[in-house]
């Protein structure tokens, strides 16, 4: 199950808000955390 960056939670795939950064696919489990993400992406995805 994909994990929300920003809050840790795990979540269903199709309940799952997604925004692409960086050619990765990242999920959210609400439009907030992802708005969170969009502002400081450098600071939530996660390094490789
Ligand atoms: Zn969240």
Do not use: H, Q, T
Not at 6 to 19: F, K, P, Q, R, T
Not at 28 to 48: E, T
């Amino acid at each position: 199950m994909p994990v929300d960056p920003v809050c840790g939670i795990e979540m269903d795939e199709s309940l799952a808000v997604s925004y692409e950064y960086d050619g990765k696919k990242y999920f959210f489990c609400c439009n907030g955390c992802r708005r969170i993400f969009k502002k400081k992406p450098k600071k939530w995805a996660k390094k490789n």
